[in-house]
């Protein structure tokens, strides 16, 4: 069964805090994307990677970064954490080679940054 | 204007109703059309998935994609309660990694 893990589900951080946010896949996928998920606003992408140490922005990159050392794991960075980054963080990934296998999620981290 | 329109309800429909959700897109070279479902506090599930124009079914599930009218729809039929959660549509260019997703629906079915 495929699978995505997310470190953790629940985080509560204080302003100007470093956050790590850290996901895993089985499934030798290519792709790999973080999004946060916002009431009313849907999900966003804020970074994707199509390869180990590859990464592009997508729409909302401002105030994160990302890491992807091995091809398995895709990190999400806050520098210095802010309220206005209180949100579902969900990981996916995604194989380019197979049609249809458009995008595992994992079960979310959800953050509050007091 | 956002690229996808999705009306967010809440929708509550009786159990064994017949549900139907809809998506709207500006962007008419969108080739991938999804549909996730997402139960609360967990993550998106893909539940069916078309490429272009045309119909696909599976089960209760039937997925439509119009691309004249820039047009996507889910059916659900003999509703369930175990199917209350949030609908995604989401769609993709061709050759593209990123997912456009709409705002989500949030469905109740109820006993």
């Known amino acids: 069964d495929v699978k995505v893990t997310q470190s953790s589900r629940y985080l509560v951080k204080r302003t100007g805090e470093k956050v790590f946010l850290e996901c895993v896949q089985d499934?030798?996928?290519?792709?790999m994307f973080w999004y946060r998920q916002d009431p009313g606003l849907g999900l966003r992408l804020i970074y994707f990677?199509?390869?180990?140490?590859?990464?592009e922005k997508g729409d909302i990159p401002e105030g994160y970064s990302v890491s992807r050392e091995k091809k398995e794991r895709f990190s999400l960075i806050l520098e210095s954490a802010s309220t206005n980054q209180t949100s579902m963080y969900l990981c996916?990934?995604?194989?380019?080679?197979?049609?249809?296998?458009?995008?595992?999620f994992g079960e979310g981290s959800r953050l509050t940054v007091l | 204007q956002k690229e996808v329109e999705q009306d967010p309800g809440p929708l509550s429909v009786p159990e064994g109703a017949i549900v139907s959700l809809n998506c709207t897109y500006s962007?008419?070279?969108?080739?991938?059309f999804m549909w996730y479902r997402q139960y609360s506090r967990k993550g998106p599930e893909l539940l069916m998935y078309?490429?272009?124009?045309g119909n696909k079914e599976d089960g209760r599930f039937t997925a439509q994609v119009d691309k004249s009218s820039k047009y996507i729809s889910l059916f659900i039929r003999d509703s369930q309660p175990s199917d209350s959660a949030t609908y995604l549509c989401?769609?993709?260019?061709?050759?593209?990694?990123?997912?456009?997703f709409g705002q989500g629906t949030r469905l109740t079915i109820n006993p």
């Open positions: 996916a990934s995604r194989s380019q080679r197979e049609k249809g296998k458009e995008g595992f």
């Open positions: 499934m030798d996928h290519e792709n």
């Open positions: 990677s199509y390869d180990v140490k590859m990464k």
């Open positions: 962007n008419s070279a969108f080739q991938y």
């Open positions: 078309t490429y272009s124009s």
């Open positions: 989401a769609m993709r260019l061709q050759g593209a990694q990123k997912l456009v």
